[in-house]
């Protein structure tokens, strides 16, 4: 007789000593794990909830004395942030302390753009009382208190006419300006190094693309979008579309593209080479959008509005992955991505900056090996289950002010009834009679060379 | 050490025959053909999502193989040996100590006969005496946690989550006791039950008894979920399947029905037996279900198919029955228990074991989990009987843990909380839930046409509706309509009006008046006096 049954040592299946971890063993047979896909779908469920639970983005408020105008992130560091309020004031903010490091005063006007050199030593700002100015920007010091200097500025330029946006250059020692016109500064010289014109019509935004040290894009309120070549004396191409564009920033991964955040609530992404059409409208906003900045990993953008709300995009998606507000957040009128892309900031009319988290629900500090697991296991868990309809509900729904959620209902109907028309139209004509433009390109007027 | 060696060496030099079947154990049904599909990006996703479903399957075959601590126990004959000739004695004295350790005789012949549940992970043991003796035990420590009498007859008990509670069926209501022997609650909406069982995955509590209703009781917000009447008359068979949690009713008609809280009927029912049914058991996936009755066979089940693989003849009836994690069958009669190995997929032809109880008549047994050992319940106590090969011998600790410290089994309660599964979720095919639920094709196809030929009818029913009509503007003006109408009468009648017109010699010509013959009038009146001269 060969016998032998199942004889279970205490001291084998259980650790030795109190201070060791306690011994799991696994059996992964699936005779002893049923119902394995109801209990995924339910911890889906779960996973969903969870993240709405514990979506709470804000985390700050940092504030001015006036409507803040604009803002600007340090290329070197981390924690600081500039802003630019209406009333001529630029304060340096460290931000994990949030705390004001400086005010720099001495703009007579409201101060309409701040951008930071590429060493992040330096800031420069233009306002509408016709001024540059170069600042001193101080690094955040390790060591806490309260530090509130005023600042000087170092140099300072003037034009002929008010400025509504600066940006400077990522390597050179060169700042473009604009205003009336497109003005390209070196720091050595008072006068511009060079003027583009085109048109008579303000510009309200430019920017240098990220990749090609020569080249700059520019938005005005003659509603055209102009690219510009340093080496040439003449921009190169513009782009005329229906309504206003208010600002305009290159995506930092794919720099041959652009998103531009239009008056009509709208945000369009264009390929440089390829104006004609945009290849992504960006829609959700019920108001103008007032504001974009992308993400440094280039995969998303935040956009500002006015209708009192920011929102996060996907560089290729049609609708926001994310909204915020909050019930004092008047019209946003700036708005900026941290350079490790998991805070964004938002300027707005009500003097204040907000600090809010890229991911709504994401645990800020250092994670435990076991707590990023459970993320990543919750994660993968959505991403499976996220075409389930109790899971898309759960994960889609968002609280939005009852203004925004009217004018977005009212949009939906205005749209609605438009597509039916048209396809009324089109079942009621001869076939081909009836042309109908795409989204992409119905608000593109014109590209002129 | 050549031991040791010679099995893994064996192992290792094992066809790949061995490896294919250890991957078909962990493969989940078969793969997606990713081949036609043209959207690349799905496409994409899909084969990325295959291969990590593929190395996942491959990996688990590989700690299946290698990795798991223990082997699974055996009991072998030499020679003229025949396993079934075995007696308890022989084993006890044949396996190591602790093992013989846990072959027990508990005589309690007062409050008898004892039915018996173990917890889920084999360690605890309750026990209910018929009159009433309740008592949980650490059986595998000789130690008794808490002991009640509760002075009433008691038909059946059962572990809930784990074993700090239990469920006792007594005379008139379900009691819910805690380890400590309390009373925590009474369910009075479950009158006279006889039979109870306890969902895990789904924290329910279900019972049947004297009325026939079967209810569902969700243990962790105290719902009653539902409650169906079986319209079978009393019923004292119910044991759940574990694979997809439907349960499965014994009846006096020897009709096994199956049912879930979701609908009020039985989702299932089968003519079992002529006569009553005695017992019933499933295995733990789901493949099948033994079935004894009163007409003293044994029938095995395949529950995915529902259809009789094979019976057994008992020479008496088989009073219980029940089916160990790996597969064995044991069934009971009078004082003798008979266990059956591969008795399920194909048909043995002799018992695996055989023990006679000493000391009294069966009343009930139970496998315990993740042991050798098969617990009997019967007129005179308790008794365990050591059967190798019946049970899982690597547990997962995350399942079930026999060795949980108290930190664990609090941890474990929570995520048991937190991964329950709603009482909606029961259907029959587990693997249905998240799946789109497609029709054939041929349905598809044949409910197409359908839809086509009714709309095609319909079109042309409007069609014809239509050329009836006789669309015109105008034509349904009130005034129209009235002389219509006049028109109609008068055309209805226009055989005899024309008859009589022509009598009278007035023109056919309906609607216009033949002028009258002038009278005669002399030429020289004037024009003004014509009018007096009358016809």
């Given amino acids: ?449 | 050490m050549t031991d040791e060696e010679g099995p893994r060496a064996a192992k290792r030099l094992k066809s790949s025959t061995g490896d294919v079947a250890r991957a078909a154990k962990f493969k989940r049904g078969p793969e997606v053909a990713t081949r036609r599909i043209e959207d690349k990006k799905l496409k994409g996703k899909l084969r990325h999502s295959e291969r990590v479903v593929s190395e996942a399957q491959a990996a688990a075959a590989k700690v299946d193989e290698w990795l798991l601590p223990r082997d699974a126990g055996e009991l072998e004959a030499e020679g003229m040996e025949r396993t079934w000739r075995f007696s308890q004695q022989d084993i006890v004295g044949a396996v190591e100590v602790g093992a013989g350790r846990k072959a027990f005789d508990l005589q309690l012949d007062q409050l008898g006969p004892y039915s018996l549940d173990f917890s889920r992970s084999g360690r605890h043991m309750l026990l209910a005496g018929r009159k009433g003796h309740l008592a949980l035990l650490d059986w595998q420590r000789s130690r008794l946690i808490c002991e009640v009498q509760v002075k009433e007859t008691t038909h059946d008990i059962k572990f809930l989550h784990n074993e700090q509670f239990f469920a006792a069926a007594q005379r008139k209501y379900v009691y819910i006791y805690d380890k400590r022997g309390l009373e925590v609650h009474c369910l009075r909406d479950t009158t006279e039950a006889t039979c109870l069982e306890f969902l895990p995955h789904h924290f329910l509590l279900c019972s049947v008894g004297a009325t026939g209703m079967l209810r569902y009781q969700d243990t962790s917000t105290g719902q009653v979920v539902a409650s169906h009447r079986t319209r079978q008359g009393p019923c004292s068979i119910m044991r759940q399947n574990p694979w997809n949690a439907a349960l499965c009713l014994g009846h006096g008609n020897g009709t096994v029905t199956m049912w879930t809280p979701n609908i009020t009927t039985p989702v299932v029912r089968m003519l079992c037996h002529h006569g009553p049914l005695r017992s019933l058991a499933a295995d733990s996936q789901g493949r099948h279900m033994v079935t004894t009755g009163a007409d003293g066979q044994v029938k095995v089940w395949d529950l995915r198919m529902l259809r009789p693989l094979h019976a057994y003849l008992s020479p008496s009836p088989a009073d219980s029955c029940d089916i160990s994690q790996r597969g064995l069958l044991a069934v009971g009669y009078g004082r003798r228990v008979q266990v059956w190995k591969d008795a399920l997929s194909s048909k043995a032809q002799a018992p695996y074991m055989t023990h006679r109880l000493m000391g009294g008549t069966l009343r009930d047994l139970h496998f315990c989990p993740y042991e050798d050992v098969l617990g009997i319940g019967h007129s005179g106590g308790v008794s365990t009987m050591l059967v190798p090969g019946a049970g899982e011998p690597n547990y997962d600790s995350l399942v079930a843990d026999p060795f949980q410290t108290r930190k664990q089994r609090r941890e474990a309660e929570v995520h048991a909380l937190l991964d329950k599964l709603q009482p909606a979720m029961i259907v029959l095919d587990p693997g249905a839930i998240t799946t789109v639920l497609r029709e054939p094709r041929e349905v598809q196809k044949e409910k197409q046409a359908e839809a086509e030929a009714a709309n095609q009818a319909r079109l042309a029913e409007q069609r014809g509706k239509n050329e009836g009509k006789k669309r015109m503007k105008g034509k349904n003006k009130p005034s129209r309509r009235q002389s219509k109408r006049q028109a109609n009468i008068i055309e209805e009648r226009k055989p005899g009006v024309k008859a009589r017109m022509r009598e009278q010699g007035v023109s056919a010509e309906f609607g216009h008046k033949q002028a009258r013959p002038e009278a005669e009038v002399p030429a020289d009146v004037p024009r003004a006096l014509h009018r007096f001269f009358k016809k």
Wanted: proline residues 4%; hydrophobic residues 35%.
């Fill in chain 1, 1 to 449: 007789m060969k016998v032998k049954t199942i004889n279970r040592s205490e001291e084998e299946c259980t650790r030795s000593r109190a201070q060791d971890v306690q011994k799991v063993h696994r059996n992964l047979d699936p005779a002893l794990h049923p119902f394995e896909k109801a209990k995924e779908y339910t911890r889906a469920l779960n996973a969903a909830k969870m993240d709405r639970v514990f979506a709470k983005p804000f985390i700050a408020a940092l504030t001015h004395d006036d409507g803040i105008t604009c803002l600007a992130r340090n290329p070197r560091r981390l924690n600081c942030l500039l802003s630019g309020s209406a009333d001529g004031d630029i304060r340096l903010w460290d931000v994990p302390a949030r705390r004001c490091l400086r005010r720099m005063t001495g703009h007579t006007g409201a101060v309409k753009g701040v951008s930071v050199t590429s060493d992040g030593e330096a800031a420069v700002s233009c306002s509408t009382d016709c001024t540059v100015k170069l600042w001193k920007v101080p690094f955040a010091p390790f060591d806490g208190g309260p530090i509130q200097e005023e600042g000087e500025a170092v140099l300072e330029f003037s034009g002929k006419h008010a400025f509504r946006c600066i940006d400077h250059h990522w390597e050179r020692a060169q700042f473009a300006t604009a205003g009336a016109a497109v003005e390209v500064w070196d720091h050595e010289r008072a006068e511009p190094v060079q003027t583009f014109t085109w048109g008579s019509d303000t510009i309200t935004s430019v920017r240098f693309n990220p990749a090609e040290p020569d080249v700059f894009a520019t938005a005005g309120s003659d509603r055209g979008i102009a690219l510009y070549d340093l080496r040439s004396n003449t921009p190169l191409r513009k782009l005329v579309m229906q309504t206003r564009c208010n600002a305009i920033a290159w995506n930092p991964m794919e720099a041959f593209n652009f998103t531009v955040a239009n008056e009509d609530c709208n945000l369009y992404t264009y390929d440089m080479r390829r104006l004609a059409s945009a290849s992504c409208v960006h829609q959700d906003f019920v108001s103008a959008v007032m504001d974009l900045d992308y993400s440094p990993t280039g995969r998303e953008f935040v956009a500002g509005s006015y209708d009192r709300t920011v929102r996060i995009f996907p560089f290729n998606g049609g609708h926001s992955r994310e909204v915020y507000h909050t019930k004092r957040m008047q019209r946003v009128f700036a708005v900026r991505f941290s350079g490790d892309a998991s805070y964004v900031f938002s300027g707005s009319d009500d003097m204040n900056v907000r600090v809010w988290k890229a991911n709504a629900s994401e645990q800020l500090g250092t994670l435990l090996p076991r707590e990023r697991k459970k993320q990543q296991y919750n994660n993968a868990l959505l991403e499976r289950h996220k075409h389930l309809p109790e899971v898309a509900r759960i994960v889609r729904h968002r609280h939005l002010p009852a203004p925004v959620y009217k004018a977005a209902k009212l949009r939906r109907v205005q749209q609605d009834s438009e597509r039916r028309k048209t396809q009324h139209r089109i079942a009621h004509s001869a076939p081909g009679s009836v042309k109908i433009k795409a989204a992409r390109k119905k608000k593109v007027v014109a590209e002129v060379e």
